[in-house]
T-cell receptor, first 112, second 115 residues
Framework: DAKTTQPPSMDCAEGRAANLPCNHS???????VYWYRQIHSQGPQYIIH???NNETNEMASLIITEDRKSSTLILPHATLRDTAVYYC?????????????FGKGTKLSVKP | NAGVTQTPKFQVLKTGQSMTLQCAQD?????MYWYRQDPGMGLRLIYY???????DKGEVPNGYNVSRLNKREFSLRLESAAPSQTSVYFC??????????????FGPGTRLTVT
């Protein structure tokens, strides 16, 4: 699985968009980008994933560059409840028996 | 629909004691996982079970055993606890999110301290 690089921490003002970057320069053609987050002391939570097209769901948007070497998770209107550690994970499609490999992630602090 | 449940939520053990962490899911998922998370670190896979009746080692299996009791339940046992096993333990199960990918659902965690 390709390795990812994320900034250790970021701040965002409440109500503004939070843009979390992830570099994955060694990503292979069959590897997807997954984002999970972990709110303090809770289990991780799935956010979104994508292969090469931009993706959007009720939680966030995922923008993947054309060369697929980096991506950005966008929380359009961050709230205090979005304060969490965000993990960018690159791997082949997560099958029914595939485990996730978590790095240290980005600690996002949303401030009033 | 409770999702993934874990018991106990907290536990303190003395070195050498044994205990079993329990995990259950009610989503009819085939695969289940045990991860541990040390302070300031990401999660690391201990063991997983791709389906009922099968178990496999993950990244850090030493000092642990698992049992897939049935499709719903996956337990993690520490036979002789060591201070290095002080950690937060998360159980997860995986289910289909779309036609080609699966999402992992995590339990609330068990906070274990070994003195």
């Amino acid at each position: 699985d390709a390795k990812t690089t994320q900034p250790p921490s970021m701040d965002c003002a409440e109500g503004r968009a939070a843009n979390l970057p992830c570099n994955h320069s060694t990503i292979s053609g069959n590897e997807y980008v997954y984002w999970y987050r972990q709110i303090h002391s809770q289990g991780p939570q799935y956010i979104i994933h994508g292969l090469k097209n931009n993706e959007t769901n009720e939680m966030a948007s995922l923008i993947i560059t054309e060369d697929r070497k980096s991506s950005t998770l966008i929380l359009p209107h961050a709230t205090l409840r979005d304060t969490a550690v965000y993990y960018c994970i690159v791997r082949v499609a997560l099958g029914s028996q595939g485990n996730l490999i978590f790095g240290k992630g980005t600690k996002l602090s949303v401030k009033p | 629909n409770a999702g993934v449940t874990q018991t106990p939520k907290f536990q303190v053990l003395k070195t050498g004691q044994s205990m079993t962490l329990q995990c259950a899911q009610d989503m009819n998922h085939n695969s289940m996982y045990w991860y541990r998370q040390d302070p300031g670190m990401g999660l690391r896979l201990i063991y997983y079970s791709a389906s009922e009746g099968t178990t496999d080692k993950g990244e850090v299996p030493n000092g642990y055993n698992v049992s897939r009791l049935n499709k719903r339940e996956f337990s993690l046992r520490l036979e002789s606890a060591a201070p290095s096993q002080t950690s937060v333990y998360f159980c997860a199960s995986s289910g289909r999110r779309d036609s080609w990918s699966y999402e992992q659902y995590f339990g609330p965690g068990t906070r274990l301290t070994v003195t």
